[in-house]
């Protein structure tokens, strides 16, 4: 999540694709915050939605006066530093382990790229949300993903970008996209879970695609998620390991694509399935009946 | 097609015979491929098991009973 600050007036937060634009009142008795009610955050992620709330619970029940959005106001601008790729002391090579995400390389906070100030109006639609940037290792070769949640049409000056590394055991192969620089679209956004948020994505010059789970550590309670999707990828290497030597005849699971962290996210790449079953209702009495066995005899199987 | 029936247990059959169990299995957790199929996801709270290759051989005989 990034703060895009115009002037003192005017507060733009983004998350994924939500905007919410605020006017910063200032009041010597009630500083506090009005924001634009056309734009939902239902489906804004939890950690958005609390911090929202905290900063909107400041004041209540204080008038708000009514004013007009100025197109010419001049904007604070941030300008980006020179990306130069990654420092030699971060490079990964097929002998060495990652160590960490120590140093200012691929783990420093993203940088937002400034804004034009001569840029079309102030329609929330033109407003671009976060991209962010990654490199990992596959088969031995380093490689640098972009991923973003912005709009393949969406002008790259107003995109933001986030580093991540590949996870130290990662040996799964992304798709190949006949490009050395992959970039990674966040196009859709399908569920949030107990572990972080599912997008539907696709690569840079593909039309094919794939699941990104996502985990955002925003705050120290973030980090158990982050274990989660850890843990979760080490699953995903064994289900590999077991279909690639032929223990397992058939997938059983989605095909992984790898997993990459940073300095506050975590991402896991997978093959896009149809849906999920919404309830055990979805099957017949009979399916049911041995679904209702099966979870029954997974804990059966675990304590004998 | 094959039925969800037996292709929902003979994943976790599966899962099972690879030493994992999934731990969180629900609805939610299992989707339907494009091709007509079922997989199992979110495995964040799966872990090994120590049980020995005779009872998982016991539980497919179960199954069927």
């Known amino acids: 999540m990034y703060l895009g600050l115009r002037k003192t007036e005017w507060l733009f937060l983004t998350c994924f694709n939500y905007w919410i634009v605020c006017r910063l009142v200032s009041d010597d008795d009630n500083p506090f915050l009005a924001y634009s009610p056309a734009i939902s955050i239902e489906e804004s992620s939890e950690p958005f939605r609390a911090f929202l709330g905290a900063i909107m619970s400041v004041a209540k029940d204080v008038r708000v006066e009514s004013s007009a959005y100025n197109p010419n106001i001049i904007l604070d601008t941030i300008e980006e530093e020179q990306d130069d790729g990654p420092l030699p002391e971060h490079d990964i090579d097929e002998g060495s382990e990652y160590q960490g995400s120590s140093g200012s390389g691929a783990d420093t906070p993203p940088k937002t790229r400034g804004r034009d100030r001569h840029s079309r109006g102030n329609t929330e639609s033109e407003l671009l949300v976060h991209t962010f940037l990654g490199r990992y290792r596959s088969h031995g070769s380093l490689i640098h993903l972009q991923v973003t949640s912005s709009s393949p049409k969406s002008p790259e000056n107003l995109q933001v970008w986030t580093r991540l590394h590949s996870m130290s055991d990662n040996s799964f192969a992304i798709p190949r996209c006949g490009n050395d620089k992959l970039r990674l679209w966040f196009t859709r956004f399908i569920a949030s879970g107990s572990t972080g948020s599912v997008w539907q994505c696709r690569f840079d010059t593909s039309y094919d695609s794939f699941a990104a789970k996502i985990v955002e550590v925003l705050r120290p309670s973030d980090t158990e998620s982050r274990q989660r999707l850890r843990n979760e990828f080490k699953i995903y290497l064994i289900l590999d390991e077991a279909y690639q030597s032929g223990r397992l005849r058939d997938r059983i699971a989605p095909r992984c694509y790898g997993a990459f962290e940073g300095s506050d996210m975590d991402v896991l790449i997978l093959d896009l399935c149809d849906s999920i079953l919404n309830s055990w209702g979805d099957l017949s009495a009979s399916e049911r009946y041995v679904a209702e066995i099966m979870s029954d005899n997974c804990s059966y199987i675990d304590h004998t | ?65």
């Open chain 2, 1 to 65: 097609m094959i039925s969800c029936r037996s292709d929902v247990y003979k994943l976790v059959q599966a899962l099972h015979s690879i030493g994992v169990v999934h731990e969180d299995l629900e609805p939610r957790n299992i989707v339907r491929t494009h091709g007509g199929g079922f997989l199992l996801i979110d495995f964040s709270e799966s872990r090994k098991h120590v049980c020995k290759e005779s009872k998982v051989q016991y539980m497919d005989t179960w199954f069927y009973e």
